[in-house]
């Protein structure tokens, strides 16, 4: 059989179990931390606060979005490169300011 006749795998129970792991690590990261520590403070001292949980909160969603379309889409895509971009300015405002 070749690979355009075979069935599309079913990716939701991974996307779904993605998605669950995601938002475990962003409930920890925003209910304990995760273990960054700076003393920036100001607009880059939020960023350093929070914007790593807000990566696994996007992540997780971008699964969650797959999951629901039992595929990864444009959406799901979108989103998980919008988390790219906040883990970016994240680490760029830690090492700058860290």
Do not use: C, Q
């Amino acid at each position: 059989m070749s690979d355009a006749a075979k069935p599309p795998r079913n990716l939701r129970p991974w996307f779904a179990l993605g998605a669950v792991i995601a938002a475990v690590v962003a409930g920890v990261f925003g209910f304990i931390g995760d273990g960054v520590e700076s003393e920036a403070s100001g607009f880059a001292g939020w960023i350093i606060t929070y914007a790593h949980t807000l990566v696994w909160v996007l992540l997780a969603l971008a699964l969650t979005v797959a999951a629901i379309h039992k595929k990864w889409s444009r959406a799901a895509g979108t989103i998980a490169v919008t988390a790219a971009v906040v883990y970016g300015i994240f680490l760029v405002t830690l090492f700058t300011n860290g």
